[in-house]
């Protein structure tokens, strides 16, 4: 539990982000989706990559408290999945992605409002079940007759880091299956389907009860850069960007070290 001077400097930085993102007039009227003290009111939505689900759960939790009348809503999935959503028009105020690559598709089509900052970095493990049965140590053993395996598709940033990875080592693999985000591979291992699959560290760090994370040098060579943006068009921009803000901060940053994520 974070002590509640911890909870003070969240208050302090969120409400000095507000104050920074929205502004206020010399009528003193404040900015939509903002409070005349600078913090921001309403629906926060937030898409964001499957990998970020319990750090940012836990951020929104945070900024929420901070900023009375506000509300954090969540879409997780894949990055490649919610930048096509948002180029079609779904309603968002910020996007988080696991990877520049899908970044790029929504800054193209002129849907972010600013440019985006890298946030953190994520590196993957093998993701074997706990006590790792096939004895799995490292990527060469995934070639093994009777090993299981499943990949991230090539489109979504954990699969592109996995090709990147297995080409450094020069392992040619044939996954059983190929998963939409990386919360699709990680389930294959919990649910006993598949041996081992390729996933985040902080994926298999959030599921140490079920799962054991077994490291490998080929994956500082596919380590991905995790950038957010605000929105154009957002239903509540003052919020889109104070969240953004608050995600670059000193307390948010401490909370994705904490899930394993490394600094930007």
């Known amino acids: 539990m974070r002590t509640r001077a911890t909870r003070g400097v969240v208050a302090v930085l969120v409400t000095v982000a507000g104050l920074a993102m929205t502004g206020c007039g010399d009528s003193g009227d404040p900015a939509p989706g903002g409070n005349a003290d600078g913090r921001v009111t309403g629906t926060v939505t937030v898409f964001a990559a499957a990998s970020l689900t319990e750090s940012f759960t836990r951020l929104g939790a945070d900024f929420e408290a901070a900023n009375p009348g506000s509300t954090v809503t969540f879409n997780f999935a894949g990055s490649s999945a919610l930048a096509n959503q948002v180029n079609q028009g779904a309603p968002a105020d910020v996007f988080a992605s696991a990877a520049p690559r899908n970044m790029t598709t929504v800054t193209e089509a002129g849907n972010a409002d600013g440019t985006p900052v890298t946030f953190a970095r994520n590196q993957l493990v093998i ?82 009860a079920d799962v054991t994370g077994v490291e490998f040098p080929e994956s500082a060579r596919a380590v991905n850069e995790y950038p957010i943006v605000a929105l154009k068009d957002a239903p509540n921009p003052a919020g889109g960007r104070a969240f953004v803000a608050y995600v670059r901060s000193a307390p948010a940053q401490a909370i994705l070290a904490e899930a394993g994520f490394q600094s930007p």
Not at 137 to 161: I, S
Not at 162 to 188: F, H, I, M, W, Y
């Open 127 to 208: 993701a074997v079940p706990a006590g790792n049965p096939k004895a799995v140590t490292g990527l060469a053993d995934l070639t093994r007759r009777g090993v299981k395996v499943a990949l991230c598709a090539d489109q979504v940033p954990c699969g592109a880091a996995a090709r990147s990875a297995l080409d450094a080592a020069g392992v040619a693999l044939t996954p059983v299956t190929l998963e939409q985000d990386v919360r699709g591979a990680l389930a294959k291992v919990k649910l006993g389907e598949v041996d081992a699959a390729l996933v985040y560290r902080t994926d298999a760090r959030a599921a140490s």
